[in-house]
Structure formats: C-alpha cells, structure tokens
C-alpha cells in the first residue's frame, strides 16, 4: 500500500532567472537584463499564475556588494513585502551561479564565513521567511568556475573545481546555522542540475566518476563522504585536506527538499572516436582524448528523463523532492511539451508514492545567453512563461498551462500528442549508439510512438504552390506539427463551398492562410482576380473558420500603408494604400478580424529566405556572381522578412492564441538597393555591380509607397537583419 504523502496535491511553484556571474571583473546580472530589477508589477503576473511559492533573488552581489552592515535592503523589502501580501511563499536565494562580491571568491576560504554573516542579516530583516537556497547549483557552478574555466576564478582543473564546490558547501552549512539561529525552522531547498553521463566501454571509468560526481554536493551536505565514499580518494588526491571533509561528517545539514534541476542537454556521451565529433566536443582527462557530446544528440535510448532522475534521488536520500527548475529554450510547442513531460513524470511518481513536493516553472521571465553559458553579452533572448520582446511581459501558451496545472485542472492542445524533439529521430546529429550497453547493442535505431493512438488534428496550411506555405510545411516538419499543405484543388479558399469541405474532412485545430495574389503590377490590370484571391476568400474562410472554433493565421502586408513617414509603421498607424494589391491586403484584414475577431493577422514585406530560388536576396546574389548589373530602388525603403523567422513566430503566437493585427519583420529599416549591397557584402560578393535607381526609373506599374518599414507596439519577436543574413548564408551553404 502507497503512504500517502504530505502534500495532497502537486504544487506550482516558479522562478526568476537570477544569475549574477563573473567573467574576469565583469559580473552578468540576469535581472537587469530582463527588466524585473525594475518591475515590482511583475510579482502581480506570477500571482494569477496560481503559483503557490516562488524562487526568488536577494542576491549577495546586488544587495551587499562592500560588507553587510552597508547592505541596501530597499529593493528586496519592497518585493518581499509584495509577495508576502500576495500570499507566495519566497524561496530565498542569496548566490546564484556566483562568486561573491569581489572582494572574495569561491576558492577564497573566508567566503562561507562572509555568505553566513549575509544569510544571518537577510534572516533578520525577514524572520518569517521560511525556505531558502542559500548557493543555487553549487555542484554546476564549481564546475563551470573551477572545472571548465568558463567563470571566475577560471580554474580548469580538480583541485579548483572541489576547492570551490567545498568552499559552497560549507557556505550553506553556515548560512542556514546562521538564518535557524533566527528562525529554527528554516528549511533548506537545495538545487542542483542532476544529468546521467554515459560512454564508450573504454570511457567506461571517466563515466563512472562523473556519475559519483553528480551527487557530490547532495553527499556533502548530507554528511555522506566518508572513508568509504567512492569518492574520497580522488578527493584527498586533488589535495583536498581531510578536515575539511570531516567538517560535514561534523556538521551535516541534509537538505529539507532536494531541488532537482534537468535540462536536455545536461546528459552526456564520452566517446574517444573523435572523428565522428566537431572539434569543438574535444577534451579529454589526460589519459584518454574523447568527445563530449549531449547524449540526447547520439544515444538511441534519448535522455536518462526526468522520471528516472527523480527515482534515482529518491532511492538514494529518501528525502522530499521538487523539481526547481523547468525551462525549455525552444519552440512555443516544445516548450509544452518538455513541462507537460516533466509535470506528468512527478505526478506518476507521486501515485508511486515518492515524495516529489513541486514543479518550478523557471526562467518565467525567459533568460538571457545560456547558449554562451553566460560569458558574453550576445543578446540571445529565450522566452519563458512570458515573453519580454513586448512592452510589457507578454503570456505565452505556457501561462495557460500553469494557471490549469496550479488549480488541479487539465491542460490539453493537440500538438501534446506528438513527442517532443527529444524523442524524435531527427534529434540524433552524430551516428547513433546505444547508451544502455547492458539490454541493446549498439547503432540500435529507436522509433518512439505517439502518446495517442489516434491521428492527431492537424494544422491545415493553404497555399501549396507559394513560398510561405511551403516554408510553413518544412518547419511544421522540423517542429513536430502535423500538417496537411492544401492546393487550390483541394480548397479554393474564395468557394463557401470548397472551404466548408475541406475543413469538415481535415477538422484542423488551426488553419494558416497563405496563399494569394501576389503579382503587385499585374493586379492594375485585373483588380477582381486580386480582390478575389486577397479580400474575398480570406473573409469566407475567416467565417468558416470562426463557425468551428477554429483559430485562424493569415497575412497582410506592408503595401496598405502610402509611405507619408520617417519612421516604421506600426499596427495602429492607419492605413493608405497606394495599389490595387494594397487595397486588397487592407480590405481583408477588416472583412477577416469581421468575421472572426480571434483570427492573428499578420503584417510583414519583402521575403527572403534560404528555399526557393526566387526571392530578392538570392536573385541578386547570383545576379552580381555572375558579373552582370543588379537594378534596386535607392529610393524605397523596406523591412526585409527572413521567411524562416516569420513562420517560426507566427507559429508560435498562433499556439499562444494571439489575435489581430502584428506586426512581423526583421527589425531593420533599409533601401533595396543597400539591402542588395549588404546580401553582396555579407555573401563575399562584389556589391560594384548594383545598380541603385530612383523607383520611377524601375517601369513598375503599380505606385510604391518610398517608405514602408514595419515595427511593432506589440512585441518585437524576429532578431537582426544581418543575424537573419548569417543563418541565410549557413543554410544555404
């Protein structure tokens, strides 16, 4: 029979990604960079997220950066203060992935004295705090400062890295001394990313260590590393004294709740087969040279999970869990479907009766460049619960999701139905192996079902035959979203008819309108084809679509606007087109949000992309390879569209159920002409060749507005024009 376990129901709790790092003498603070160091209001959006306690920040760096009895505590009152009225339980985390202010550092062997003087002060100030995380991470971040070099102190080395991870260590023990002389019942919510390493059999024994080293900090603090630990030797070896190991034989302070933190790449491949690796996955211990490789990118059996992680901590401490970290830095539906897995693997647990107490969605307000591991300021945003590229914190898909997950209710969209990219085959980048060596050979191929057996709703795509549809299909592809792409044969989106048939067949959960007339001159001369195609049809299906419930994707374009500006248009700026194309785009965008206010219609221009052979940027650059002359306006200026990035926002707003009027376009003002000498520049072509004209020189039929730029007051979601261009040259080789 399962004891039942305390808590009746899994909880939601959440997170701020809180990262004050330093690189040399430059410290990265993650709060300033989201925003949240000033936006009190953002505690009032997590609160209607139902989240019932949440991690949060009172950093040593920012709050006492010279001694304690200078410390600023305005910031942390004020937010504390709010959290508390809003009935969230704080989390307190004093030093996340850090290494003190800078009079000290991780190897430094006055920091646990000087972190337990803070944690002593912090308890002081706020005596009904009731949980803190004194060190986030304290195994990754010795890892990453002492280990791997990537941090400050920067050492690359063992003695370095359990230097540091002792110095942590013993830091928490002191810290909570110092908070339960305060408050006895403080309790200790300890962190750590767990991952599993596997390898080749030669590897077999830096496998094993790595795998006894996950569990260091855990083992420490628990008062577990004795004689017969099987890491004492390679301890003592480093040059680590037996004292300071004896110190939490002495004083152990086991964690009140073990914080498990996984992400997907944290599992590992070794394997000394270096020529079946990047130079980049190189290293090696000084016995052996291998490659270490996310084991989720090779390892037929695809990541060790969280499931089997949690088991393998419960089995191991027997102590209350919770899972402290939940991020996914990928797609809207992915980032779905990593929560919906890790939220269903602790519930099965829990019938199981393990104690896992909590799910954290992290990184609510999304984080800031993890794909450097925080070394430089690159600006790589990825969203989490709310996306900041809006002017205020904007709800993704995923707020739903909680807000249903933390009342005890069901979150349910058709796309959960497909695995995640972590268990599809298109994940494996290098030759396959088998990382359960003991039950399957190796090179085993493993192909992983649908969680249902029925076919899933598919999003229907109209517009066969055109660009945007089929970038549409081949990133629906990538992404793990059934599609069916529809010709004109199949629905002709003008026919009431037409369009009722087909939707009733496909029953769509979504459908993404792009096709249309797209010949801007031609439509002077047949304005009914245009207004068909453009107006008419987009309104039928916009009724269709809102008579089934149906979401609705379609496309506008820059062209509604006249170019009577100097600066970019954004979605309330009112329109004036200048053509009969134009007109036709405008029409539709009133008649659709008409019929079908929920419909999400987008405005974007001047597509290139890295598929077809006909878009601007493509046709000039073989035009000028070639040695011949390339005409473009010097006069009209535009906001070129990557095509891969404006399918993969509009996707991911249509999963988020946004609705209007957005605009979407490379955030980038520029002529055709300079744009046509910036594809030159950056493709390694001779721009000399660029024939830059005034517009009225060009014999266009249709009028062009000079100026038709495109921003937003909604959210700026695609990157760079020339980041756009470097993924333009590396797909297209």
Known sequence: MVKPLPNPRLEMWGGVECTVNRVRDQYFDQLERNGHATRLEDLDLFAELGVSALRYPVIWERTAPNNVEDADWSWADERLGRLRELGIRP????????????????????????????????????PWVESYTPINEPLTTARFSGLYG???????????????????????????????????????????????????????????????????????????????????????????????????????????????????????????????????????????????????????????????????????????????????????EEQLRWFYEVWGAAESLRQEGVDVRAITAWSLLGSYDWNTLVTR?????????????????????????????????????????????????????YPAVSCDVESKPNFVEVQLPSTNSSTPRPLAIIGARGTLGNAFARLCELRGIPYHLLTRQEMDIADPVSVDGALSELQPWAVV?????????????????????????????????????????????????????????????????????????????????????????????????????????????????????????????????????LVNASLDLLIDGEYGLWHLANPDAIAWADFARMAAKLGGVSAGHVDARPVRELGLVAPRPTYSALSSERGVLLPSLENAFFRYFHERG
């Open 91 to 126: 989390i307190v985390g004093l030093v996340h992935h850090g290494s003190g202010p800078p009079h000290t550092s991780l190897i430094d062997p006055a920091f646990p004295e000087l972190l337990g003087r803070f944690a002593g002060a912090v308890a002081k100030r706020y």
């Open 513 to 645: 309108n792009a096709a249309g007339y797209v010949r801007v001159d031609d439509a002077e001369h047949e304005p009914h084809k245009c207004l068909r195609e453009n107006a008419e049809g987009p309104a039928i299906l916009a009724a269709a679509a809102q008579k089934r419930g149906v979401a609705l994707l379609t496309f506008s374009s820059d062209l509604v606007f006249d170019g009577a500006t100097i600066s970019p248009y954004v979605e309330s700026d009112a329109v004036g087109p200048l053509n009969v194309y134009g007109r036709s785009k405008a029409e539709a965008e009133v008649r659709v949000l008409q019929a079908h206010p929920s419909s999400l219609v987008i405005r974007t221009s001047a597509f290139f992309g890295p598929w077809d052979d006909y878009n601007f940027v493509t046709v000039a650059l073989r035009t000028l390879s070639a040695g011949h002359p390339f005409m473009a306006a010097e006069d009209a200026v535009i906001s070129p569209t990557y095509v891969p990035d």
């Open 377 to 429: 300021l690159s600006g790589h945003y990825e969203p989490g619960v709310f996306d900041l590229r809006s002017p205020h914190p904007r709800p993704t898909a995923l707020a739903r999701m909680l807000r249903e997950f933390s009342t005890g209710g069901k979150y349910e969209h058709p796309l959960l139905e497909i695995p995640g990219w972590w268990h599809r085959t298109q994940r494996l980048l």
């Open 150 to 332: 990537h941090w400050y102190p920067h050492g690359c080395d063992d003695a370095t890295f359990l230097q540091a991870l002792i110095v942590e260590c013993r830091a928490t023990v002191l810290s909570m001394q110092a908070i339960r002389q305060v408050n006895p019942t403080a309790q200790l919510v300890q962190t750590e990313d767990l991952c599993k390493v596997f390898s080749t059999p030669l590897l077999a024994y830096q496998a094993e260590l790595e795998n006894h080293r996950r569990w260091l900090s855990f083992d420490l603090l628990c008062g577990r590393v004795n004689r017969d630990h099987p890491l004492w030797k390679y301890i003592l070896k480093a040059g680590i004294p037996e004292a300071e190991l004896d110190f939490f034989l002495e004083q152990p302070c086991p964690p009140d709740i073990l914080g498990i933190n996984h992400y997907l790449t944290s599992d590992r491949f070794l394997d000394e087969r270096l020529e079946r690796y990047p130079t980049s996955t190189h290293g090696g211990n000084g016995r052996h040279r291998y490659a270490d490789v996310e084991a989720v990118r090779v390892c037929t059996e695809g990541i060790a999970g969280p499931r089997r992680l949690l088991t393998e901590a419960w089995e191991r401490y027997h102590l209350p869990m919770a899972v402290t970290e939940v991020h996914h830095g990928c797609t809207r």
